[in-house]
C-alpha cells in the first residue's frame, strides 16, 4: 500500500490529528488583528475556527491553525504557489477568482459574493458613463495592490485612457486612506470594504462604471491539494450557511449582511438598487451621527459656559483667598527674617566656639606631643645612665682586680723577692691577666659604643667560610695550648649580607667562649645551613655545657655574670651582650642550645641576600 503525503487530509484524517499552516495578509474586515485584544479576529479567521470544530464533530481529526503573517500580497500568493502539493498550507486574504490564478492554485468553493467597485473622493463628481469618466479622471492617478484582482481591474480603464497614471499600494487599507485624503486618487475596491469605510466616515464615493462582478472570496491552497475536499464539504454545510450571515453581520453590520447575503442567493440588484440603498442608510446614519455629535458638542458648550462662570467665581474666591496670604505671608517673611538673623548670628557664635575648641585642641596635641617627647629622652636618659652604671661595675670590679694583681707582682719582682721557678709561673699569670684586660677593653668599648652612639650596620655581601678562617687563625694560638681542634665545616661558596666587621667580632666571640669551656683534646666545629630563606650559622662545641638557669641569663642585659673557663680562664660578661646587640643589628637572632657536661652550640641567623 502506498504511504500518504505527511501533510495530505487523507495522512491528517487517518492520524485523527494534524496542523493546518494558514498564510495571511492582513486585510479588514476579513482577517486582521484586533487593536484592543492584539488578537487575530474577521470574518476569514472566524470562519477557519468554525472549520476545526467542523472537523472535530464530523471527523474526530483535532486541527491545529498556524497563522504567519506575509509581507505583502504577492508573497502570499507566490507562497501558496510553490508550496508542495503534500503540505498542508492555506491562503487567506479574500481572494478572487481569475482566469490566470486558475492555472497556478486551487480554489474552495465562494464563501462571499466579491463585487469590486470604482470609488474616488467624496470631493469628486458623480459619474455613470465612460464619457464623462474619461473627462473627469484622466488625470487622475489609479491605485492597486500588486498582482491582485483590483489590479487586473484596471486593465479595461488602460485601454480607454491612454497612458493611465497608476500606482501600487500595500493594501486595501491604503486604497481607502489615500483616497479619502487625495481628491485626484481612484481604484477598485471590494464592496464590504467600501460599504465599512463609509461606516467609518471616510471621504469615498462609489462611482456608477465599470464595476466588477466575480465568481466570490476564496481561499486558496497548492494546485492539486486534498484539503479541497474538507474546506468545499464544510463550505456546503448547513453549519457554514448558518454560520456566515451571523459572521457578516458581526464585521460588517446588518444591512450589509442582508445586501450580501441577497447577493449570494441571486435576488436581483438591477441598477444597484441594494447598493443605493445601503449607501443611503450608510449616509442616514452619518447624518445623524453628525447631528448627535452637533447636539453633543452644544451641550459641551452650555457645560462650558457653566464651567466658566464657575471658575469666574471660584477665581475671585481664589483671588481674596491669595490676598489675604500675601498679607499673611509677608508677615511671615518678616518674622522668617528675624529669625534668619538670629540663626545667623548663633552660627556665628557656634563658628567661634568651634574656632576656639580647635586650638584647645591643638595645644592639647602639642602637649601630648612633648610628653611623648619628655617620655622618650627620659627613657635614653635611663638607658644612658643603666650604661654608665654597668661600665662604672665592670670598670670597679673586672678591671680592677687584675690591675692590682700586675701591680702586687710588679711590687715583688722590684724587690727581687721572687725565686727564677717563681717568676717565671707569674709571668705566665700576668700573661693571662694582660690578655684578658686587653679582651675587656676590646669588648668593652665595642658595647660602650653601640650603646651610646647607637651604631648602625653597613651592609654588603660577607664570605663566611673566609670569614670564619680568619677568626680561627687569629685563635688557633690558644687553642693549641689547649689541644683544641678548630674545624671550619662552612663551605667556601656560602655567604651572607651583613656588616663584616660586626659578624667578625660575633664570630671571634662565640669561638673565644667556646675555645674556654671545652676541656683540652676537645673539638669545636663551626657549620652553616638554610632555614626559611635564612643562614643559620653554628658554633658548637664539646665544653662543660650551660645549665637551664646560666642560659636564661645569657643573652639579658638586666643580668651581668661570668663564669672561669676549663683552664680558669676569666671571662668578661660582655661578650654575649655585644654578639645579641649586634646579631640583631643584622636581622638575625641568635640562641644557644646546651645541657650540662654535653657541650654547647651557639647558633644565630643572617640574612641570605639583601
Known amino acids: 500500500?502506498?504511504?500518504?503525503?505527511?501533510?495530505s487530509w487523507e495522512r491528517v484524517k487517518d492520524l485523527h490529528k494534524g496542523t493546518l499552516v494558514v498564510h495571511y495578509l492582513a486585510n479588514q474586515p476579513f482577517i486582521y488583528q484586533d487593536k484592543n485584544t492584539q488578537q487575530l479576529t474577521g470574518i476569514e479567521y472566524d470562519l477557519l475556527q468554525s472549520f476545526t470544530r467542523y472537523l472535530l464533530h464530523q471527523h474526530q481529526v483535532s486541527l491545529t491553525l498556524d497563522f504567519q503573517s506575509a509581507p505583502s500580497l504577492a508573497a502570499l500568493y507566490n507562497q501558496i504557489k510553490n508550496t508542495p502539493v503534500d503540505q498542508a498550507v492555506l491562503g487567506v486574504s479574500s481572494f478572487s477568482i481569475t482566469p490566470q490564478r486558475i492555472h497556478e492554485v486551487g480554489f474552495t468553493m465562494?464563501?462571499?459574493?466579491?463585487?469590486?467597485?470604482?470609488?474616488?473622493?467624496?470631493?469628486v463628481p458623480g459619474v455613470n458613463n465612460v464619457a464623462d469618466f474619461q473627462e473627469v479622471m484622466s488625470d487622475f492617478t489609479a491605485l492597486y495592490i500588486d498582482q491582485s484582482s483590483l489590479q487586473e481591474n484596471l486593465d479595461t480603464i488602460k485601454k480607454l485612457i491612454t497612458g493611465l497614471k497608476t500606482e501600487a499600494v500595500p493594501s486595501s487599507d491604503n486604497i481607502l486612506q489615500r483616497i479619502s485624503t487625495e481628491i485626484d486618487k481612484f481604484g477598485y475596491i471590494e464592496l464590504p470594504k467600501y460599504l465599512q469605510g463609509l461606516k467609518q466616515g471616510l471621504k469615498i464615493k462609489r462611482q456608477g462604471v465599470f464595476r466588477v462582478d466575480r465568481e466570490g472570496y476564496t481561499m486558496i491552497f497548492p494546485k492539486g491539494s486534498d484539503w479541497v475536499t474538507p474546506l468545499n464539504d464544510y463550505l456546503k454545510s448547513d453549519v457554514f450557511k448558518q454560520k456566515l450571515p451571523v459572521l457578516l453581520e458581526k464585521h460588517l453590520g446588518k444591512d450589509v449582511q442582508e445586501l450580501l447575503i441577497k447577493a449570494k442567493t441571486k435576488v436581483s440588484m438591477e441598477n444597484n438598487s441594494g447598493i443605493l440603498r445601503v449607501e443611503k442608510r450608510l449616509k442616514t446614519l452619518e447624518l445623524q451621527k453628525k447631528e448627535i455629535e452637533h447636539k453633543r458638542d452644544r451641550l459641551y458648550i452650555k457645560i462650558f459656559i457653566v464651567g466658566l462662570g464657575f471658575a469666574a467665581i471660584i477665581m475671585a474666591l481664589l483671588f481674596r483667598n491669595n490676598w489675604q496670604k500675601q498679607k499673611i505671608n509677608s508677615l511671615l517673611q518678616q518674622q522668617k527674617k528675624e529669625i534668619e538673623k538670629q540663626k545667623n548670628d548663633l552660627a556665628e557664635k557656634n563658628e567661634q566656639i568651634l574656632q576656639q575648641k580647635e586650638e584647645i585642641e591643638q595645644q592639647r596635641d602639642d602637649v601630648i606631643a612633648k610628653n611623648v617627647e619628655i617620655e622618650q629622652r627620659r627613657e635614653e636618659l635611663n638607658k644612658l645612665n643603666q650604661v654608665k652604671d654597668r661600665l662604672f661595675s665592670i670598670v670597679s670590679h673586672d678591671l680592677r682586680s687584675p690591675l692590682n694583681s700586675l701591680k702586687g707582682t710588679l711590687a715583688l719582682m722590684e724587690m727581687g723577692a721572687l725565686a727564677k721557678d717563681e717568676m717565671q709561673y707569674f709571668t705566665g699569670e700576668l700573661n693571662k691577666e694582660l690578655s684578658y684586660v686587653l679582651e675587656l677593653l676590646e669588648n668593652l668599648l665595642?658595647?660602650?659604643?653601640?650603646?651610646?652612639?647607637?651604631?648602625?650596620?653597613?651592609?654588603?655581601?660577607?664570605?663566611l667560610h673566609a670569614l670564619v678562617k680568619s677568626n680561627i687563625g687569629l685563635l688557633q694560638p690558644i687553642a693549641d695550648k689547649k689541644q683544641v681542634a678548630l674545624i671550619n665545616q662552612v663551605a667556601a661558596e656560602t655567604t651572607a649580607w651583613g656588616d663584616e666587621e660586626m659578624i667578625k667580632l660575633v664570630v671571634r666571640n662565640l669561638l673565644s667562649n667556646a675555645i674556654k669551656f671545652t676541656k683540652e683534646s676537645g673539638t669545636i666545629e663551626v657549620t652553616t645551613k638554610i632555614v626559611e630563606n635564612m643562614l643559620e650559622v653554628a658554633i658548637a662545641d664539646s665544653g662543660v655545657g650551660i645549665s637551664a638557669q646560666q642560659q636564661a641569663q645569657l643573652f639579658n642585659t638586666d643580668t651581668h655574670f661570668s663564669t672561669q673557663g676549663t683552664n680558669h680562664e676569666k671571662g668578661?660578661?660582655?661578650?654575649?651582650?655585644i654578639c645579641k646587640e649586634f646579631i640583631e643589628k643584622n636581622n638575625g637572632r641568635i640562641w644557644v642550645e646546651s645541657q650540662p657536661d654535653k657541650g654547647s652550640t651557639f647558633k644565630f641567623t643572617l640574612q641570605q641576600k639583601n
Open 1 to 7: 500500500m502506498a504511504q500518504m503525503p505527511s501533510g
Open 572 to 577: 668578661t660578661g660582655l661578650g654575649l651582650l
Open 110 to 123: 465562494p464563501y462571499c459574493p466579491d463585487i469590486e467597485v470604482l470609488i474616488s473622493n467624496s470631493a
Open 446 to 463: 665595642k658595647w660602650a659604643k653601640a650603646q651610646m652612639e647607637g651604631i648602625e650596620p653597613h651592609f654588603e655581601k660577607i664570605n
